[in-house]
T-cell receptor, first 109, second 112 residues
Framework: TQLLEQSPQFLSIQEGENLTVYCNSS?????LQWYRQEPGEGPVLLVT?????EVKKLKRLTFQFGDARKDSSLHITAAQTGDTGLYLC?????????FGTGTSLTVIP | KAGVTQTPRYLIKTRGQQVTLSCSPI?????VSWYQQTPGQGLQFLFE???????NKGNFPGRFSGRQFSNSRSEMNVSTLELGDSALYLC???????????FGSGTRLTVV
């Protein structure tokens, strides 16, 4: 049983489009992280959100932590081919991180 | 600042053999965690070591074990390899295990 469910599982869009991916759970997390992973490499930490309702922006990426700290979203504006990868969310529950199922994003030029 | 270093990058082993993977964390990071990543199961937590002590353990059989040395370097061992152990094994370090990980590039293990 996965503690964190991500949707959609796969996403293929044209360069320049906007997209949102979701990370949902019925559990409350102390903090939540988003990572991007490219083939053959380890995930790279993009952001950590801690406070319910928190919004963080990283250039074209906007991350939001739900008010109840059970869910999060990642919005990408004007997607570029370099955004292609596997996006993973991870929540801190107790003293352990739990990873989501991942969203595989392909941006087509 | 050097990143997390995992060795070897690729490994091919025969069913029934054992294997040891190595991880050198970022200098100053005391927490080292290991994950198994497969296409079907995603990232599955193996165990976490903090200051040479196993602090957390996932739901893997006893064939999977690990340890951490006084310099924070960590090793994981898998004995009696099975075909299903084929996966990307990722090591991640963190200052205290609570902020967010820096991952290594992983070791791709193939069991034939």
């Amino acid at each position: 049983t996965q503690l964190l469910e991500q949707s959609p599982q796969f996403l293929s869009i044209q360069e320049g489009e906007n997209l949102t991916v979701y990370c949902n759970s019925s559990s409350v997390f102390s903090s939540l992280q988003w990572y991007r992973q490219e083939p053959g490499e380890g995930p790279v930490l993009l952001v950590t959100v801690v406070t319910g309702g928190e919004v963080k922006k990283l250039k074209r990426l906007t991350f939001q932590f739900g008010d109840a700290r059970k869910d999060s979203s990642l919005h990408i504006t004007a997607a570029q081919t370099g955004d292609t990868g596997l996006y993973l969310c991870a929540g801190l529950y107790g003293n352990q991180f739990y990873f989501g199922t991942g969203t595989s994003l392909t941006v087509i030029p | 600042k050097a990143g997390v270093t995992q060795t070897p990058r690729y490994l091919i082993k025969t069913r029934g053999q054992q294997v040891t993977l190595s991880c050198s964390p970022i200098s100053g990071h005391r927490s080292v965690s290991w994950y198994q990543q497969t296409p079907g199961q995603g990232l599955q937590f193996l165990f976490e070591y903090f200051s040479e002590t196993q602090r957390n353990k996932g739901n893997f059989p006893g064939r999977f074990s690990g340890r951490q040395f006084s310099n924070s370097r960590s090793e994981m061992n898998v004995s009696t390899l099975e075909l299903g152990d084929s996966a990307l094994y990722l090591c991640a370090s963190d200052q205290d295990g609570l902020y967010g990980y820096t991952f290594g590039s992983g070791t791709r293990l193939t069991v034939v």
